[in-house]
């Protein structure tokens, strides 16, 4: 098995983890948790790609990275206030309950 | 006996010949002013019409004044105005009229007695609520008739002859109200109309034969030599030439209109009208038309007859005529209707018209109808003055004793009674009726028309012997006692009553104005014309059978007044022959069980065909119709309907279904995007696209 591989098993697998997190759990903040694990398996993706591939002298990957970690923490932080804003208005952050947009 | 008539060549038009129009054009538009008038506008219309009468008079009388000049200095006039009504392919459609001494003549008579009988109007009409309609359709029946005298073109004569048949039926079902009025209308119209069919015919054929339909074209019209040589060379069916076939074809015509057997049904029926409009139209004018219209056509009854000798056409103008005469002169020993009698003898003096053109010539012909125009309208006003002052009554048998109650009409019935017998040397219809008798007498072919003729002489003289002292003699019958009419009444009686005697004056044998002036011939006063031993014999002949009319129903009727409720004097003595004579020969029986019975059994299995085979089609396509329509409206519900209805819960099932998806949960979402890239991803695998 080659280091890049691995890596993007364990990319892999920690996608999956925050897939099913995102999917299943009913607490809007777990799910926005669940998310930031698919952000980050992302980035796992990036820096391997970056530091296995045809050019590790550029710094290419590693700004992409931390590129994708600053707007991640952004996106936290307006998926915080979401959640915050929905709880104050309905009481709660179960998503299940959040069905006011079906058809 | 006929002779030759040379006229001078076609003189160009004159002025008084272009306007000639105008004569029957006034009365028309008077006509049609009328028509618009309020039935309150009694005055106006009455001048109307008869202001309108007065200048077609006198414009009559110009035209006669300026024919009779022309004549005087030894030309025969014929003014014609032609003109081209349109065009229908190659034929020209021609109208025009034609000034000449026979539409003079026609025109001073028709206007002369039509004004007498419009002032008579304003008395007889005083009472009757429709005062303004009668006198529109006089004025109108005397603007059509105009027209069919001045005409020179057989289309215009036609036209104006169909106007005149149809004012004619107006006025005899001018009292609507009644039915028998509405019934002789019917019927005068409907038996018209058999004889105009066949003039219509004989004019297509004529038209058809020459090109034109213009009588007198500077040589080119119709009825003149170039065309008839050209008729005469055509043979038709039965032997006989085209001209002749035509001249028979148009005879029907006149046939219909003057009352000739079989034709003369309607006349005595049309006596339901007011006295003024049987007077005019039933006596005097319309009922001539078609005398006139035999003189008219003249050259083409004769055309192919040898000197002295006579056409096919004529001879059969001539039997019909006379049978008429006779025929009719014996119905009307038997009537008791005063105006029925008069009709019937209307009918029969125009039978002696008819036989005069047959065998005299047009003179002839012309002249009886000339006078008997004048003394037929005086008997027939005089017969309107008694029924106005008997209060409607109509039944001889209920008046009598009138000569001291209404002593001028008395005096003028008695004139006009004369002169219709024929009373010798002072009245008129002596001399018109001898000219008849001496042509008949001089016949080429057989002399039973004469005997005929003398014989229908006789019964003449007899009804009216009857007639008048049913009326006048004896002593009153009736109810209310009669009462002299008014002045407006008498005085056009007594023109009228002149009239009849003074015009035997111009066709007397020592002077026939009459005949030459038709002719073209000069006029000479010859007291040797009275001299012919034929004609003295002949002459008194007719005035001994006059007297014995006279005599016998003097002897027969005289004084004795008597009942209604008694039988006839010649009823007791020869009651079958009677009974025969007042159902009138069973004429109106025969045809009820011959042609009215035949309509009447058409009409029923054409009844019986629209109901049974039409109707029954008909009903069988509305069925098939009607059950292709349920059978679409089966399919419509129940396949169509069924199917679109179907569809359409099919898909809102299907959006049921698809909006259970929607469920507004976005992890709902999240999953089946998983799920859906799951798929995909296992797809591209498994595909080995990876």
Redesign the interface.
């Given at each position: 098995m080659t280091p890049l591989a691995s890596y993007l098993l364990v990319a892999a697998l920690l996608f999956s983890i925050g897939?099913a997190g995102?999917?299943?759990r009913?607490n809007a903040i777990l799910?926005l948790i669940g998310i930031e694990l698919m952000l980050n398996a992302a980035n796992l993706n990036l820096i391997a790609f970056w530091r296995y591939g045809p050019h590790p002298e550029l710094l290419t990957g590693m700004m992409f990275a931390i590129f994708s970690i600053a707007v991640a923490a952004a996106e936290a932080a307006v998926g915080l206030g979401l959640v915050i804003q929905i709880h104050r208005h309905a009481k709660t952050t179960d998503?299940?309950a959040?069905?006011?947009?079906?058809? | 006996m006929q002779e030759t008539i040379s006229f001078t060549p076609q003189l160009a038009a004159s002025p008084i010949a272009e306007m000639l129009w105008l004569i029957p054009a006034v009365p028309m538009v008077a006509a049609g002013l009328a028509a618009l008038l309020m039935q309150a506008k009694r005055k106006t219309s009455a001048v109307l019409a008869i202001g309108s009468m007065s200048v077609s008079l006198l414009l009559s009388l110009v035209a006669f004044a300026h024919v009779v000049a022309g004549w005087s200095h030894g030309q025969a006039v014929r003014e014609t105005v032609n003109f081209t009504w349109f065009q229908a392919g190659t034929a020209n459609i021609d109208l025009g009229w034609v000034l000449d001494p026979l539409s003079a003549v026609m025109l001073v008579m028709v206007s002369f007695v039509g004004l007498l009988i419009f002032i008579y109007s304003i008395g007889y009409m005083k009472d009757d609520e429709n005062f303004t309609r009668f006198f529109c359709f006089m004025s109108l029946f005397a603007g059509a008739m105009l027209g069919v005298v001045i005409a020179n073109s057989i289309l215009l004569l036609f036209m104006c002859w169909e106007l005149v048949g149809l004012t004619s039926y107006l006025l005899i079902g001018f009292w609507y109200q009644k039915p028998a009025a509405a019934a002789a209308a019917k019927k005068a119209f409907l038996t018209t109309r058999i004889g105009d069919v066949f003039f219509l015919l004989g004019m297509v054929w004529l038209f058809a034969q020459t090109g034109t339909l213009l009588f007198y074209n500077n040589g080119a019209g119709s009825i003149e030599a170039g065309a008839l040589a050209g008729l005469l060379a055509q043979s038709a069916a039965l032997g006989l030439t085209a001209a002749g076939a035509i001249g028979l074809l148009i005879f029907a015509g006149a046939a219909g209109k003057s009352g000739q057997f079989p034709l003369h049904v309607w006349l005595p029926d049309a006596m339901e009208g007011p006295t003024p409009v049987s007077a005019l139209i039933h006596a005097a004018t319309m009922v001539a038309a078609g005398v006139y219209l035999i003189a008219r056509v003249y050259p083409l009854m004769q055309a192919g007859a040898l000197a002295g000798g006579t056409t096919t056409a004529l001879t059969v103008v001539t039997w019909v005529g006379a049978f008429t005469a006779v025929f009719a002169a014996m119905i009307a020993v038997a009537q008791n209707d005063i105006k029925r009698i008069l009709a019937y003898s209307t009918v029969s003096q125009l039978g002696y018209m008819m036989a005069g053109l047959g065998m005299g010539g047009v003179a002839v012909g012309m002249f009886h109808l000339i006078t008997h125009a004048f003394f037929k309208a005086l008997l027939f006003l005089g017969a309107g003055s008694v029924i106005h002052g008997c209060h409607g009554e109509q039944d001889v048998r209920r008046m009598g004793g009138l000569k001291s109650d209404m002593p001028i009409t008395f005096l003028t019935y008695a004139i006009g009674m004369l002169a219709l017998c024929g009373f010798p040397l002072l009245f008129s219809g002596f001399w018109s009726k001898d000219g008849i008798l001496e042509a008949a007498q001089h016949w080429s072919v057989v002399k039973t028309p004469f005997y005929m003729l003398v014989f229908g002489a006789l019964l003449t003289a007899f009804y009216m012997t009857r007639q008048v002292t049913y009326i006048f003699g004896g002593h009153w019958r009736g109810g209310k006692p009669a009462h002299e009419s008014p002045k407006v009444m008498i005085v056009p009686l007594a023109i009228l009553a002149f009239f009849a005697m003074a015009l035997g004056l111009i066709g007397t044998p020592a002077w026939p104005w009459f005949r030459a002036f038709l002719d073209g011939r000069a006029a000479s006063f010859d007291l040797h014309g009275f001299m012919e031993p034929r004609l003295l014999a002949l002459m008194g002949g007719s005035a001994l059978v006059v007297f014995l009319g006279l005599g016998l129903g003097w002897w027969l009727y005289g004084d004795h007044s008597p009942k209604p409720s008694e039988p006839d004097a010649l009823e007791r003595m020869i009651p079958p022959v009677w009974a025969a004579l007042s159902d009138k020969l069973y004429v109106d029986e025969l045809y009820r069980v011959t042609v009215i019975a035949f309509y009447g059994w058409l009409a029923r299995g054409a009844d019986w065909l629209d109901r049974r085979v039409w109707g029954g089609a008909v009903a069988g396509v509305a069925w098939g119709f009607s059950l292709g329509a349920e059978l679409n409206r089966f399919l419509d519900t129940n396949v169509v309907d069924g199917g679109f209805d179907k569809g359409c819960d099919e898909l809102s099932v299907g959006g049921g279904l698809l909006a259970r998806i929607q469920t507004g949960r976005v992890q709902t979402y999240l999953r089946i995007l998983a799920l859906a890239v799951v798929v995909l991803v296992a797809i591209l695998f498994w595909s080995n696209r990876v």
């Open positions: 897939l995102a999917l299943t009913r799910v998503l299940d959040m069905n006011r947009m079906k058809g | -």
